[in-house]
């Protein structure tokens, strides 16, 4: 299955731009490049902060609306991470390729245009911040992010994390949240109807996913296989590791 | 015990035990990690921690990016026009220039000047820079009004390479901490050139032949891109050499 397989990443992918990564999760592609800090227009100029301008391409066509509402997010979201107080009067520019989704052969997606894509965040906010990183940008923290669907079956409530297209399709809300590295709540966007009890299991279970770090994970070999079969892979150590190659390598001479 | 030289992420908590002490030196915060009052100290890049407990520094030393100008770094860059007073200079793509007073050269007055024409390369230091104005340069040692080796560039050819490397070119044991020989080996295969190394990714290599010229760039930047040790160096060179010859 597609939505429980491993992420991947790779970083300064592209050699022209500042910095890039592509990675993989979940059906999802996405390249990000970013340049910065660069001369910003003038009528984008803050005068005491970088403007951070994030540019999401969908898969296939040209952007619309609902790529704009993206980019509304996951500016909020970056301009939390990246120090912008250190480049006034410039421009911090991120531009995101969706390369690959997910298929869904129950419904045509041409026609859920209107609709919010929640489940593409958690990969554009990802590989944000991983080309973030290789373009060596000044940062508060670093961020995971997690998508958690709430099912309903029988009458009782279920929370699926990291859903498929077609849990997402049959889920009474999705939720996306998104964390820093000092386990501060970074993004919270939800879709469909549900109550505040519901509200707060999610938000324990996607902590949970995004903020459990390598060291917890010592504590039993029964709670780590508890924890894998539910809430996937440990986002912060995958950031890690994949910071620790490209950085490996940068300083190959020391 | 933490080992020696950490891996950092932005935001991550720095074991107190890797901050460096000393009696009388304040502590000194090199690039990639900031200040946060009263007592903490984040870092903000990925790279590796790096403590100099002879200097009581702290730095991360990392690899890519932009060029961010700093004061007294040496840089390369291009005249772009000329004002009344000052040249406006070009020392990475797409950011504000830098500008470079006429009068900012060796024995410059008002009346014998060195004429830079656009596109012009200069060799120069960053006199000011802060992250509210556009850096500043000059040719010239303010102490000793003599240039030390700064100035317009003529002939050769330009070559962009890593941070990285140029960090490492500009180390004063290049060889043995930068663990860079290509020009060393070069040089002692017979040939015949000069260089200048930019902070901002930038070489200037001249020489009387235009195959030395890039036979030099082109054992530089297959050193950077190939991440290459000073072994790979040498075949690299001998290889090189063989083809020129």
Redesign the interface.
């Known amino acids: 299955m597609t939505t429980k397989r491993e992420p991947e990443a790779a970083l300064s992918v592209l050699p022209k731009s500042d910095g890039s990564a592509r990675y993989s999760y979940a059906g999802y592609t996405v390249t990000a490049s970013v340049n910065g800090p660069i001369e910003a227009q003038r009528r984008d100029e803050h005068a005491y902060e970088a403007h951070v301008d994030v540019i999401v391409r969908p898969a296939a066509g040209v952007g619309g609306t609902r790529e704009r509402h993206l980019e509304t997010i996951l500016q909020a979201s970056l301009i939390q991470l990246i120090l912008v107080k250190n480049f006034p009067r410039s421009l911090i520019q991120i531009v995101l390729q969706v390369e690959a989704s997910p298929e869904n052969d129950y419904v045509n997606t041409k026609l859920m245009q209107a609709s919010l894509n929640s489940a593409v965040i958690p990969a554009l906010l990802q590989t944000a911040v991983l080309a973030l990183l290789s373009a060596a940008i000044p940062m508060r923290a670093t961020a995971t992010s997690a998508i958690v669907a709430v099912m309903t079956q029988d009458g009782a409530s279920r929370l699926v994390a990291h859903p498929s297209p077609r849990e997402i399709e049959a889920a009474q809300s999705v939720h996306v949240l998104a964390f820093t590295s000092q386990d501060g709540l970074l993004l919270a966007e939800s879709e469909g109807d549900f109550t505040v009890k519901e509200w707060d299991d999610v938000y324990d279970t996607a902590k949970k996913i995004c903020c459990k770090s390598g060291a917890t994970k010592g504590e039993g070999i029964e709670m780590v296989l508890d924890e894998q079969e539910d809430s996937g892979p440990d986002m912060r150590q995958f950031l890690r590791s994949a910071l620790e190659t490209k950085v490996a390598a940068d300083l190959h001479w020391k | 015990m933490a080992t020696e030289?950490p891996?950092v992420?932005?935001?991550?908590e720095i074991d107190p035990s890797l901050i460096p002490t000393h009696k009388t030196k304040p502590l000194r915060l090199g690039p990639?990690l900031?200040h946060v009052p009263p007592n903490q100290i984040?870092p903000?890049?990925?790279?590796?921690l790096i403590a100099d407990h002879r200097k009581n520094a702290l730095y991360v030393?990392?690899?890519?990016?932009?060029y961010?100008p700093s004061p007294s770094d040496l840089v390369i860059g291009q005249v772009t026009r000329s004002a009344a007073d000052l040249y406006y200079v070009n020392l990475t793509p797409?950011?504000?220039n830098a500008s470079l007073p006429h009068l900012a050269f060796e024995g410059a007055t008002k009346k014998t000047r060195p004429q830079l024409a656009n596109g012009a390369l200069v060799y120069a230091r960053i006199s000011l820079a802060n992250?509210?104005m556009d850096p500043e340069l000059e040719c010239v040692s303010t102490s000793t009004g003599k240039s030390e080796g700064l100035g317009p560039l003529t002939g050769g050819m330009v070559f962009d390479i890593s941070l990285?490397l140029a960090r490492?070119l500009l180390m004063a044991r290049s060889r043995d901490v930068?663990?860079?020989a290509v020009l060393e080996l070069l040089g002692a295969e017979g040939l015949a050139f000069e260089t200048a190394v930019g902070r901002n990714g930038k070489v200037w290599v001249n020489s009387e032949s235009v195959k030395t010229v890039v036979v030099v760039g082109r054992a530089l930047k297959e050193t950077d891109e190939k991440?290459l040790?000073v072994e790979q160096q040498k075949k690299l060179v001998q290889k090189l050499i063989k083809e020129m010859r």
């Open positions: 030289n891996l992420l932005p935001g991550d990639g900031r984040l903000t890049l990925a790279g590796h030393e990392y690899n890519g990016g932009r961010i797409y950011t504000p992250r509210h990285g490492r930068g663990k860079v991440e040790g």
